[in-house]
């Protein structure tokens, strides 16, 4: 029997219907198992940018702690951890400008990208609070590849070790650590890894990274805390009151991106480095194995 005009629109529109489901169960199957980051409530990728005020200073960029990641570094001084007050926070180096060319040149810093905090207000240059807890999920278990962009201190012997470590599916479990690049050790006789180095690893479902000024000593009942690490899932903002602790550090993470993202994650020491001066930063690119990007 001849379907009337009627009919074969109901059913065309039901297809329709159905290819759109598809679609996006096909999308929201995708997200869940790609390799995502898992915040608190309230954060979200904030933007920032690069313009600059009637005098010529750049607005979201001026070492003011907003946001967070914005803070002054010291520069190495010779018989000391200290010295006079550089443009070297991560952000200066995401966007090789400043005193921080360390990503090599212009044409591999990745620029402006959004990172991961409270609210943040970039014509303002208000806001930008850190998220106390971030993670990761890799439901599929995706091979990734990590890439070392810097790995710099204000005294120079102490550069960090890098890697990623174990946790459950509340970031409350801090697991087993795997290293991906060495630090000096704290004889300073390890030679740490090369800026460029590349590795790859399969982390579990759940997953955070960590760096560790291993240059300094840890006491032999470690048990997780700031201490001399420093755990992506416990973004501590305060951990002094920790025995032999090491102050606050941080981790930022910025976001490129795609289909599968590609995340730069960066671990920094705390507004004007009084913890203990040495002003660490270790910036990693990590993306899935094959990406193109």
Not at 1 to 7: G, R, S, V
Not at 215 to 238: E, K, M, R, V, W
Request: one cysteine or more.
């Amino acid at each position: 029997m001849t379907k009337t005009n009627n009919e074969k629109w109901t059913s065309l529109r039901k297809l329709t219907l159905t290819l759109v489901i598809a679609m996006a169960l096909w999308a929201m199957c995708g997200t869940s198992y790609a390799q995502n980051l898992i915040g608190s409530p309230g954060a979200g990728w904030q933007t920032w940018n690069l313009a600059k005020d009637a005098y010529g200073d750049f607005i979201d960029l001026n070492s003011n702690g907003a946001p967070y990641w914005d803070i002054p570094f010291l520069a190495f001084s010779f018989g000391t951890y200290g010295g006079s007050p550089a443009a070297k926070s991560v952000g200066w180096c995401m966007t090789s400008t400043g005193d921080c060319q360390g990503v090599g040149s212009a044409l591999y810093a990745p620029g402006p990208l959004p990172f991961w905090g409270m609210y943040y207000n970039k014509v303002a240059d208000t806001g930008g609070a850190i998220d106390p807890k971030v993670y990761f999920g890799n439901g599929s278990q995706q091979t990734l590849q990590a890439t070392l962009y810097l790995n710099t201190a204000t005294n120079t012997r102490e550069i960090n070790e890098f890697g990623w470590f174990e946790t459950d599916h509340t970031g409350t479990v801090n697991g087993t650590k795997h290293k991906l690049f060495q630090g000096t050790g704290y004889s300073q006789t390890l030679t740490p890894d090369r800026v460029g180095k590349t590795v790859t690893f399969t982390p579990t479902s759940y997953f955070g990274f960590y760096y560790n000024d291993v240059s300094d000593p840890q006491p032999p009942t470690y048990s997780g805390g700031c201490n001399a690490y420093t755990i992506l899932a416990f973004n501590d903002s305060d951990c002094n009151a920790e025995p032999l602790g090491q102050g606050a550090h941080n981790f930022a993470v910025f976001i490129q991106p795609d289909t599968d993202p590609i995340y730069w994650i960066a671990g920094q020491d705390p507004f004007g480095c009084t913890d203990d001066g040495d002003c660490n930063l270790t910036l990693v690119k990590v993306q899935p194995v094959g990406h193109k990007n």
